[in-house]
């Protein structure tokens, strides 16, 4: 299966800085309970494990929650005030989004057979 093949010109880094800001998220979202955190946790392990086996289902894991946190945060500019925290915490979203979508699982050369 394509989606759980370990990718190795992944670039693994990528995946140790999101794994940071899940845990900044997380020390957030302490304060109201582990039933209110579990997300967090279930991606911090998803990061450690794309640290070691790096796959694409592993990437859209971590990818689409950084990305909708993105786009949530983003579209709730009209409703708070532009402010630094505000700024702060799009920043903690859309830098990962970013950085997860530059260093992507590229798909592996395939040799075509000559003609």
Not at 25 to 46: M, N, P
Not at 76 to 103: H, I, K, Q, R
Request: aromatic share 12%; charged share 15%.
């Amino acid at each position: 299966m394509e989606l759980l093949q370990l990718r190795r010109g992944a670039s693994r880094w990528v995946y140790i800085g999101s794994g940071a800001v899940v845990l900044f998220l997380l020390s957030f979202g302490l304060e109201h309970g582990l039933s209110e955190v579990w997300l967090f946790v279930v991606l911090l392990g998803v990061c450690t494990v794309q640290t070691v086996y790096p796959t694409l289902l592993g990437w859209m894991l971590i990818f689409i929650p950084f990305a909708g946190y993105t786009l949530l945060i983003a579209s709730s500019l009209g409703s708070t005030p532009l402010d630094n925290e505000y700024l702060m915490f799009l920043a903690v979203g859309a830098v990962p989004t970013c950085l997860l979508l530059l260093c992507r699982p590229k798909r592996r050369d395939v040799t075509k057979p000559s003609r």
